[in-house]
């Protein structure tokens, strides 16, 4: 007996790319604020995006990836596609970044519920989760790392 078996493709495209005046390293809270400013205006944004960027075992930056955007105060984040994104660029490390529109980078509840469900997922994975940054402005944002969140 026969049996039609469907063939498939995973493929990773560029969408567009530009320079920047950017470290290659993303090492600090800072340098990945800078990625996130100046690559996705997540500074300037009227409605909240989550982000992440994709690092090599060296921390070098590998991509940048908008996952989801939402309303005013909120964004649905699935950890399955931030994973995705970071398998489809091999990457070993990610750093997770969204904005909060009103400029105040407090976390609410659910910033540390999903900052600590993609870390332990990234634990299982073997994908370390460096940091997670809320960014009120360009000079305002908070590392959910450095406040001991995860």
């Not at 904005?99 to 910033?111: A, F, V």
């Amino acid at each position: 007996m026969a049996v039609n078996i469907q063939r498939y493709s995973v493929r990773l495209v560029k969408e567009d790319g530009s320079r920047y005046n950017l470290d290659k390293k993303v090492r600090t809270p800072e340098a990945a604020h800078k990625v996130f400013v100046q690559v996705l205006d997540l500074d300037k944004r009227p409605e909240e995006a989550f982000a992440i960027i994709t690092l090599d075992v060296r921390s070098k930056l590998i991509g940048v990836f908008e996952v989801s955007k939402g309303g005013l105060n909120s964004t649905i984040v699935d950890p399955k596609n931030v994973f995705q994104k970071v398998f489809l660029h091999n990457a070993i490390a990610v750093v997770l970044g969204h904005n909060h529109p009103s400029g105040n980078p407090t976390p609410s509840k659910e910033d540390i519920k999903i900052t600590k469900k993609i870390s332990a997922a990234g634990e299982m994975l073997n994908i370390h989760v460096m940091d997670h940054l809320i960014i009120g402005d360009e000079y305002n944002f908070i590392s959910l790392r450095e406040e001991g969140v995860f």
